[in-house]
């Protein structure tokens, strides 16, 4: 939403949802970007945050936070875990 743009929300869910991840025993967090006119915003987030290109094709760029050292979840915002989440891909 433009109402949370640049204060940082975008960062701390990211930030939470690596902490989670690491949590679960995953190395690696990894994110594909497709660049398009309306998200620059989300490829500034990215860029903000210790993620690093390990692969690029035209437009698209796979992206990966390592998860060795903790995360550390900014206080700017309380998440509420009442369900747990699903993989993000399930293939048949």
Not at 42 to 59: I, M, N, S, Y
Not at 68 to 89: F, H, K, M, S
Request: charged residues 35%.
């Amino acid at each position: 939403s433009c109402r949370v743009a640049q204060k940082g929300v975008e960062e701390a869910f990211v930030l939470w949802f690596a902490h989670r991840a690491r949590e679960r025993g995953a190395p690696t967090l990894r994110a594909a970007l497709v660049a398009t006119d309306r998200n620059k915003p989300l490829r500034d987030t990215f860029d903000r945050l210790p993620f690093t290109v390990v692969a690029e094709d035209g437009k698209r760029k796979t992206l990966e936070m390592s998860l060795a050292e903790a995360v550390v979840v900014p206080d700017l915002v309380r998440i509420e875990e009442g369900l747990e989440l699903r993989e993000a891909t399930q293939r048949a």
